[in-house]
């Protein structure tokens, strides 16, 4: 059988990857297009299917068995809706008909946290395990759910909240109104509060981060705190431990819960402070379930930004291989 | 077709419910017998083989398809031994080959709160749901996970043992060495521990319950919390909205990580304290994800008692009937 070519596009808050996937060789071409907050829909679809036009132009577009397209925020797989998807202000918004009536390709919504685990899984730090729970830190914290070598999407799409997950019951506020989240804890944005907070308390011992922003406290990010510590400074490194044994404790309910075989690490956080990991699986291995962890695997993800676009381009494919079973 | 017959057998510290189970009916029949600490293994298969006999008396063994066995603890799924349970003291008994030796029938051994999820998702409050999650409050906590119709096992057999999500980090000390666990706050030993530390701190309070033991607040337990809660003690039932909330608080990070349509909650601690299903109810539907919880359903268990051995005996016919799958 001829390899089979589908379409991936991973639309984030400020740009659109679009990228031609097999499911062998993952990413084989991608464009750029622009995103931003409450864009077009109209334009969104005349741009995205000209890229993949373009993409297309050696193979020639009848080449493309699919489209998968990964979306932040709450998605109806059943129907292929945004819901809502918070960085681009999109509400409702029929995009699986809207795009297939313009390129006349089967189009699949996927929410891009899961499309970027299942391309772990396929092709990155996950290939070979059974079940698999990834972690991705970045601004927000979420997270995907392989089962049974299947994507496990829950039953209204938003299977994989991990960073909803309830560190310290009526600790610090959280993006999601709730409190005592992971994500307040541990996503970038929190980070941010945090090392301020830190840098607030104690000045001297956080004077080369202060160093980092002319002093301008409401400056610092996670950036900062990668920076300093990737630099020796033992105030951001403290930091470091003290997020990491965080995320670690958030984990081990995942752990005790799933009872994965891999929990696979990733996201632009954990791309810039990569002692994260380390400091996560110790907490783990250390207060998880003995019969969880004695055969766990902890890995760093392996595909980087390129995993959303390559996960939705192959999610893409397997709906199409499996829609006859539905 | 003709119904199929099997047996459950449900492995407790006192006693062994064996039951004649069927698909349509569920529990026909059962025995008991007597169960203990550190009991003998091969007495146990005798004794097992004997019930059975017993039940079969007016159906013939020949009707019987297989036999499922439920223990507490840790079972490894895939070659039907139990590595540890601690109610009876087991360690690495292969209860599967020594019991098909002597009964000649296929054995499947299964952790008994997993077949009791089983059971409740055939027969009892998770009828119909897709994906389910049920909690169990005894003197433990622990759950069972179902998946798109089956029973999700996890990759080393352990997987929802949800009493020990991490409810507050660093928090109460539990059985499995951790600290902060979910169960070291509503498990019933748990309880018993909470109502003593209340009652000390609060002699006037706790005076009704202090009456119940003759004042020797060491023999405080839930039983007694829930005999006061229900004569309408307020220091009682305050307690009870305390260990309520925490339920809550731990499920939530189930709904938010899982998106289960049905939340099953059931086990001796909820029948005893049945105020626990609302003041958790509440906190779920107040801290988890709106798109989590706008179709969730939060249920009461209905098999009570029944429910490991009907589970067991319906995992024992799933097994046959999906053997080929393997």
Request: glycine content about 16%.
């Amino acid at each position: 059988m001829a390899e089979e070519y589908s379409i991936g596009v991973d639309v984030g808050g400020t740009k659109i990857a679009i990228g031609l996937i097999t499911e062998r060789q993952g990413l084989i071409a991608s464009e750029r297009i622009a995103s931003g907050f409450g864009m077009d829909v109209d334009q969104w679809v005349l741009d995205v299917n000209e890229a993949i036009i373009q993409l297309c132009t050696g193979i020639g577009l009848d080449a493309i068995t699919a489209i998968g397209v990964g979306f932040a925020g709450q998605i109806n797989p059943a129907t292929g809706e945004v819901k809502a998807s918070p960085n681009i202000g999109w509400r409702n918004v029929k995009v699986k008909d809207r795009l297939e009536n313009v390129t006349g390709k089967p189009v699949t919504v996927v929410n891009d946290v899961q499309s970027a685990s299942w391309a772990e899984w396929v092709h990155g730090a996950g290939v070979g395990a059974t079940n698999m729970v990834c972690v991705f830190v970045g601004t927000g914290v979420g997270g995907g759910i392989i089962i049974d070598g299947g994507l496990y999407k829950g039953s209204s799409g938003s299977a994989g909240e991990i960073g909803h997950i309830t560190l310290k019951p009526g600790g610090r506020v959280c993006t999601c109104g709730g409190k005592g989240c992971l994500e307040a804890y541990t996503g970038g944005w929190a980070i941010a509060l945090r090392v301020q907070e830190a840098v607030t308390q104690d000045p001297n011992g956080g004077k080369f981060l202060l160093g980092l922003v002319d002093s301008d406290i409401r400056k610092l990010t996670a950036k900062e705190v990668s920076k300093a510590a990737h630099l020796g400074d033992s105030f951001a490194l403290d930091l470091v431990e003290v997020i990491g044994k965080d995320l670690g404790i958030g984990i081990v309910s995942v752990v005790n819960m799933f009872n994965p075989e891999t929990i696979v690490l990733g996201g632009g956080v954990v791309d810039g402070l990569p002692w994260l990991i380390d400091f996560a699986a110790h907490e783990i291995r250390e207060g998880a379930l003995a019969s969880s962890v004695e055969s766990l695997k902890i890995a760093s993800a392996e595909l980087a930004n390129d995993a959303p676009v390559i996960g939705a381009g192959l999610l893409a494919l397997e709906q199409e291989r499996t829609k006859h079973l539905w």
